[in-house]
């Protein structure tokens, strides 16, 4: 631009990066409003994430597979320390625990049919188990979260397996809240709560305070349940070398470790975005953990937190983790999101891509909401096949990239298949900056 | 009577006896014996038998119980009857901490006093302590009847929903949005009739009662503190 006032040329306007228009609006909106802004969706600034590790394919060092003629497993069992009936997956992609209440019955029956034609596990959420969703999913896992809505021994016994809910990557140290828009009839009953009104799920369990409580509370259930499911423990993505040492004393047969690229229903977008870890830096301290307990293989990690891609789940697996659970991903699969509906979501002062007050119970893809009219647009059916399509591509990529690097299972990639593209990705991966055979911080070095 | 020798078997035989039991079993009244504060005893029972444990027991004896009345016959660890969807649990000395914590139904007894987080996050339970309570008690109870015929500790009733809270004594301090409520006819029923079943030496006029003011339950700034 040209001040042509006087002839002389003047500097361009420069908008700041740190008033960015973004920070801006939310300083004008919470000027308005007093309050902090609630959404779901997790965490939207760019982290350090998978994107910045690359994988080795072999030449001559290594010898590579042939795609799609020579075999490469898929398969992962989960609960083999100490439970009678592990769960036997075909593919090491799992359906993270999100609520009925939070997702529409529709949602939840659609996620069952997914993971049920694609051979892998859903998990319940804060909110109890619904008979759609045990009826849709072959393999469920209930969860055990600080609320215990709908909470009772008959669910315990119909699950495959526990899931002690004691952190989220989303919001480490955070509780929950569905607010009362989202309240139905059937939700409130399910929650022994009045119709309408907000409801807030602890941030800590009422009935344990420490991991020598966590103990015993697991004996309590593997009483109550037989000692047949597996229990897991799943802890936010903050301290996790340490998190998952005492899940591990706890007992836990499988550790499930969710980075702060996690999705959540509603929470404040302060925490959201400022709490946590990325899950590219907890993965390598939960392993290492197991390996200090000598139990990595035996206690399995599951690994969450922004995953999309076949590329995530074979990076998450060279690093060290049994398989991955997918949330978001999973609802822009059943069509979250989906510029289909960009009319509607302009109407909410939005964009296809961009909506996240799931709270509000305004989903226009009837996906986060209990509005019967808006469930109306979603088809379980369709959503459960296109769920199937994404699971079933992210495996066959896994596979391509785990074959490239000669393994014959995915279980056997290992960081050593890995380079780092950026030295914030090296030093939180402990995977060497490609082209070097260094990390910041690597023992033996005086970095 | 059917006993179960926690000295000669382990728990987990003790429990799947237990849980063997049908709703339509002859075998009605057991003992268990040598309990030595074992945790979990006599969770996760879903049968109308009757259980007395003689002795005190650790963590969560008789969690999520339904439909068996069981009588612990000394003290009782923490989270004892947590989660208990129907029956009974009568404890003739004190609680420990959580005691009925997310109970569902059912009534439980403490001849006793309760430590701190009686009732917590109830959710249908029906509480009669005859001794007092501790500290956050009932914080975020949802539903259900917490009855102390003696004194409760501070912070009664956090963050409270929609259970009533009924104390005979002092009340240390209330917690957010707690409040104390009219004791209407339809109270002193419920009460009388709490009381009864707990063979409680009290009478329901002597009681206040004590509830939410309902200030937390939409999602405002003025709730911020």
């Not at chain 1, 009104?197 to 349940?225: F, M, N, Y």
């Not at chain 2, 002859?26 to 309990?35: F, G, K, R, Y």
Request: net charge negative; aromatic share 6%; glycine share 12%.
């Amino acid at each position: 631009m040209t001040d042509t006032t006087n002839g002389a040329p003047r500097t361009a306007p420069i908008q700041s990066a740190t008033f960015s228009n973004p920070v801006n609006a939310e300083i004008r909106r919470a000027a308005a409003t007093g309050i902090y802004d609630i959404r779901g969706g997790g965490a939207k600034r760019k982290l350090p994430h998978f994107d910045d590790l690359l994988f080795l394919g072999a030449s001559i060092s290594r010898y590579p597979l042939e795609g799609y003629r020579e075999k490469c497993g898929t398969s992962v069992t989960l609960g083999t320390r100490f439970a009678k009936n592990p769960i036997e997956l075909d593919i090491p992609i799992t359906i993270a625990g999100m609520s009925f209440g939070a997702l529409s019955g529709g949602a939840k029956e659609a996620l069952g049919r997914g993971a049920t034609l694609a051979g892998t596990s859903t998990t319940t959420g804060d909110g109890g188990m619904t008979n759609e969703e045990r009826g849709h999913s072959n393999k469920l896992v209930y969860q055990y979260l600080p609320s215990r809505y709908g909470m009772n021994p008959d669910d315990l016994r119909r699950a495959d397996a526990i899931e002690i809910v004691v952190g989220q990557g989303a919001k480490p140290g955070g509780g929950g809240m569905l607010l009362g828009q989202k309240i139905s009839d059937r939700v409130a009953e399910m929650r022994n709560l009045p119709k309408g009104i907000d409801q807030r799920s602890a941030c800590r369990h009422p009935d344990w305070t420490g991991p020598d409580d966590l103990e015993i509370k697991i004996l309590e259930l593997r009483e109550i349940t037989g000692w047949k499911v597996p229990i897991y423990i799943k802890v936010g993505g903050a301290r996790p070398y340490f998190d998952t040492t005492l899940a591990v004393k706890a007992g836990a047969d499988v550790v499930v470790l969710d980075g702060m690229q996690g999705g959540t229903a509603a929470t404040q977008d302060v925490f959201i975005e400022n709490v946590g870890q990325p899950i590219l830096a907890c993965i390598r301290e939960a392993v290492r953990a197991l390996q200090d307990l000598g139990l990595h293989r035996e206690v399995q990690l599951v690994v969450s937190g922004g995953i999309r891609t076949g590329a995530d789940v074979a990076k998450a697996m060279a690093m060290g983790a049994d398989a991955v659970a997918i949330g978001t991903a999973a609802l822009i699969a059943l069509g979250d999101n989906d510029p289909k509906w960009e009319a509607d979501y302009n109407a909410l002062g939005t964009t296809a891509g961009a909506y996240d007050d799931w709270h509000e119970g305004k989903d226009p893809a009837g996906i986060t909401t209990q509005d019967p009219e808006l469930m109306k647009r979603f088809d379980p059916i369709e959503g459960g096949r296109r769920l199937n399509n994404y699971l079933r591509v992210m495996t066959l990529e896994a596979q391509t990239i785990a074959r490239a690097c000669g393994k014959s299972h995915l279980h056997n990639l290992e960081p050593e298949d890995l380079c780092a593209l950026t030295l914030e990705a090296a030093a939180m991966a402990k995977i060497p900056l490609a082209g070097t055979d260094w990390y910041p911080g690597k023992p033996g070095t005086s970095y | 009577m059917q006993t179960l020798d926690l000295a000669a078997i382990e728990l987990r035989e003790m429990n799947a006896t237990l849980h063997s039991q049908a709703e339509t079993t002859n075998q009605t009244a057991w003992e268990i014996v040598n309990p030595k504060g074992a945790h979990a005893i006599a969770c996760g029972i879903d049968a109308p038998i009757e259980v007395t444990v003689k002795g005190s027991t650790g963590y969560y004896c008789a969690g999520m119980n339904k439909q068996a009345t069981i009588n612990i016959k000394g003290s009782a660890g923490p989270g004892v009857a947590e989660n208990m969807m129907s029956g009974k649990v009568v404890i003739e000395g004190d609680a420990s901490q959580y005691a009925g914590a997310t109970g569902h139904g059912g009534l439980l007894v403490i001849k006793g006093n309760a430590s701190s987080r009686c009732g917590i996050s109830m959710k249908g339970i029906d509480i009669v302590v005859h001794g007092n309570i501790g500290h956050m008690s009932a914080f975020m109870a949802q539903s259900g009847n917490l009855v102390v015929c003696g004194d409760a500790g501070e912070a009664l009733g956090d963050s409270l929903y929609e259970a009533r809270l009924f104390v005979r004594g002092s009340v240390k301090s209330l917690g957010a949005d707690c409040i104390e409520k009219e004791m209407r006819p339809e109270h002193l029923a419920i009460l009388a009739d709490l009381l009864e079943q707990a063979d409680a030496d009290a009478e329901p006029e002597e009681f206040k009662r004590y509830g939410s003011a309902r200030q937390l339950y939409t999602f405002k700034i003025d709730n911020a503190y």
